[in-house]
C-alpha cells in the first residue's frame, strides 16, 4: 500500500475521514496529511534495514510540522537537520538531541553553538574551512564533539538537476582527496572527534545503481582509511530515495535493501539513513478549491485557490502532481486544463495540460504526493498567508497547523517615523 487516500462512492477519503468533510470545516487550501502512511513509510524502512539496526534520522526539511515530527520521533526515528530553526523545531517536537544529525554548507558559528550546546549526535562537514571553523567554536565551548565528513562521491543520480548533490560541480562535500587530507589532519582538531563518513547524492533517485555506485567509491576510502589505522564508526547512507509521482517505478524499501545491505557486509559501522520524500511525499495531499474556469482561445484553465506559493515544485522543477477530484462526478467528459494559481505570474502553475473531469466553480481537486517539499517550502508571495495544515489518523482528524491571518503576514514589520 502506497499510501491511505482512497475512493469510496466517489469520494475522496484520506483514511476513514471524507476530503470534502475537512474541507468544509477547514476551509481551502489546506494540507492534508495521512498519520498512517507517514508511519509506515518509516516502519517500512525500518523492517527491510533490521538487520543493521540503522538509525533513521527522518529529513526535516521534506515536512517539519511538529505533529509530524512527534509522529515519527515516537516511533523511533531521529531528525536530520539544516539549520538553528531546524534544530529548534526538532527539540519541540521531543526529539532526542543524541538522534539528531546535521548536515548544510553554510551553518553559522551561531547555529554549531546551539547545537553543540543541544548536544546532537553528529556533524556533517562539508568542507576543510568548515571544519576548522567548527574546531574553533567547539574549543570556545570547551566541549567535543562528533564529526562526519560529507563525501562528494562525484556520481551522478539521473535526477532533476537542481536536486542533484553528488556531481563534482555541486556545492557539495569534500572529494575524496580532501576528505583523506581530513582524516590525516585529525591531531589539528582536538575538540573534533572525526569519526564518520556521510555521502548523499541527490533526491528522487528511482533506481539503487547510483546508490550502489556512490557507496562503492565510499567503501573502498573506508578500506584505505582503515588501512591507515583510522577508525570509521559512523556511515550515513543520506537520503534521495525516490517515490511515485505519475508512472516512476521506484525501488521499494525491501529492494534497496538488498542492493545496499550486501555492501557493508562484515563491517560495523552505526548506519545512519536520512529519508525525507520517501516518508513524507505520498503522506500528504494539497486540497483546492477552483476558483474559476476560464476558456482562451488557446486554453481551458481552471483557477484554484492555491498557488505556487502553496506549492512551487511545479514552478521550479517542472514537477508532476497527480489531480484528484474530491468528488468524482459521473459525467463521462473530460477536458485538457492548465490548472493554476491567483499569483501574478505564468510560472503559478500546478498542472500543465491535464485530462480531468470537467470542472466548475467551487469543485474541490487535490494535488497528490505533496507531503514532501510541499509546505515546508511554501511562501507569503503575493501577500498570501499560508494554508492550513490537517492530520488525520483513523476517524479523528486535527489542524495541526493554522491557517494563516493577515496579521501573521505583518509580524515583527515596522513603519519607522521617518517616512
Ligand atoms: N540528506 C541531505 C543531506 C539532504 O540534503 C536531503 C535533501 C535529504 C537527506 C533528504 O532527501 P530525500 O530523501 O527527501 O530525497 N525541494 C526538492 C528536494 C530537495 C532535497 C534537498 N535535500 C523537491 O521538492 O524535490
Redesign the pocket.
Known amino acids: 500500500m502506497m499510501h491511505d487516500f482512497e475512493y469510496l462512492n466517489r469520494e475522496l477519503y484520506c483514511e476513514s475521514v471524507r476530503v470534502r468533510d475537512i474541507a468544509s470545516r477547514v476551509g481551502t487550501p489546506f494540507y492534508l496529511y495521512s498519520y498512517k502512511t507517514f508511519t509506515e513509510h518509516l516502519m517500512k524502512l525500518q523492517k527491510a534495514f533490521k538487520l543493521i539496526d540503522p538509525l533513521i ?1 527522518y ?1 526535516m ?2 515536512n517539519s510540522n511538529l505533529a509530524i515530527l512527534r509522529s515519527l520521533v515516537k516511533k523511533g526515528a531521529g531528525l ?1 537537520i ?1 539549520s538553528g530553526g531546524e534544530l529548534f523545531r526538532a527539540r519541540e517536537a521531543g526529539c532526542d538531541p543524541s538522534k539528531i544529525v546535521y ?2 554548507v553554510g551553518k553559522t558559528d551561531s547555529e554549531m553553538e546551539q547545537a553543540i550546546r543541544a548536544g546532537i549526535l553528529l556533524f ?1 562537514v562539508e568542507s576543510l574551512q568548515e571544519l576548522d571553523r567548527l574546531e574553533r567554536v567547539t574549543a570556545k565551548l570547551k566541549r567535543r564533539i562528533n564529526v562526519s565528513l ?1 563525501i562528494n562521491p562525484d556520481v551522478d543520480p539521473g535526477t ?1 538537476a ?2 542533484t ?1 553528488g556531481k563534482a560541480e555541486t556545492k ?1 562535500g569534500l572529494d575524496l582527496d580532501t576528505a583523506h587530507l581530513a582524516f590525516m589532519r585529525k591531531d589539528k582538531y582536538p575538540h573534533l572527534s572525526i569519526c564518520g563518513v ?1 555521502v ?1 547524492i ?4 528511482v533506481k539503487s545503481e547510483p546508490f550502489v555506485k556512490a557507496f562503492r567509491k565510499v567503501l573502498i576510502f573506508l578500506t584505505a582509511l582503515e588501512r591507515e589505522g583510522h577508525r570509521v564508526k559512523f556511515l550515513n547512507l ?5 517515490i511515485i509521482y505519475s508512472d516512476e517505478r521506484p525501488q521499494t524499501a525491501e529492494q534497496f535493501a538488498k542492493q545496499i545491505l550486501p555492501l557493508f557486509q562484515g563491517r560495523k559501522y552505526k548506519v545512519i539513513l ?8 505520498n503522506s500528504g495531499i494539497l486540497v483546492t478549491r477552483v476558483i474559476d474556469t476560464k476558456q482562451t482561445k488557446a486554453k481551458h484553465f481552471a483557477i484554484v485557490d492555491a498557488g505556487m506559493n502553496d506549492l ?2 511545479p514552478a ?2 517542472g ?1 508532476h502532481h497527480e489531480i484528484w477530484p474530491v468528488r468524482q462526478t459521473r459525467a463521462a467528459k473530460k477536458v485538457i486544463y492548465d490548472v493554476v494559481g491567483p499569483i501574478c505570474e505564468s510560472g503559478d502553475f500546478l498542472a500543465k495540460n491535464r485530462k480531468v473531469q470537467e470542472l466548475k466553480a467551487n469543485d474541490l481537486i487535490a494535488f497528490a504526493s505533496a507531503g ?3 509546505f ?2 511554501a511562501s507569503n508571495y503575493n501577500a498570501r498567508p499560508r494554508a492550513a495544515e490537517v492530520l488525520v489518523r483513523g476517524s479523528r482528524f486535527e489542524v495541526v497547523r493554522a491557517r494563516e491571518t493577515n496579521q501573521d503576514l505583518v509580524r515583527g514589520e515596522r513603519i519607522p517615523k521617518w517616512v
Do not use: W
Request: aromatic fraction near 10%; glycine fraction near 20%.
Open positions: 534520522c529529513s526539511k521534506a536530520d539544516v548536515a548544510g556533517n560529507r532533476h537542481h536536486i548533490t557539495f556521510h548523499h541527490g533526491s528522487q533517485i543520506g537520503g534521495g530515495l525516490g536520512e529519508p525525507g520524500r520517501f516518508i513524507a511525499g512551487i515544485r521550479l522543477y514537477s514532501a517539499y510541499g515546508s517550502m
